[in-house]
């Protein structure tokens, strides 16, 4: 399956898959899926655009906003429940398109894995993007 795909979360519930990487462990996920040790633990950082949101100093400040999220069920969306942000969702195929959404004004920010998002704007050559606060 690509990343970004509908509801990843849903698939490996109803046996459309029966293994995905970098599915990030949570006590809900726990409930419908075994977990193995982690070798790698990501960080998730929100990605905003620096000089159209010089406003934006916390996450916070995101309500009412639009997120560009990829997939549905993503820890992403986690992270906007976990918050009680109300914010507006354009779902993403890919960490390179919500960036470049960011990037374009179509979004206002992004929750991507840390590493990943700064491998794609370096090597996407993407400009004007920073994180918002510490990462999570």
Known sequence: LPSGAPDLPEFLKTGRV???QIFSQTPER?????????????????FV???????????????????AIVGRGSIGLQFIRDRRLDMRIEYAP???T???????????????????????????????????GEPL
């Open 49 to 67: 655009a620096s000089a159209r949101h010089a406003d934006l100093r916390t996450i916070d400040d995101l309500r009412g906003r639009t997120m």
């Open 94 to 96: 890919s960490p390179e």
């Open 18 to 20: 029966d293994i995905l």
């Open 98 to 132: 919500a960036l470049r959404w960011v990037a374009e004004g179509r979004c206002d920010a992004t929750f991507l894995s840390r590493l990943t998002a700064l491998s794609v704007i370096k090597r996407r050559d993407l400009r004007g993007l920073r994180t918002l």
């Open 30 to 46: 726990e409930s419908y899926a075994d977990f193995s040790v982690p070798i790698l633990r990501l960080q998730g950082a929100v």
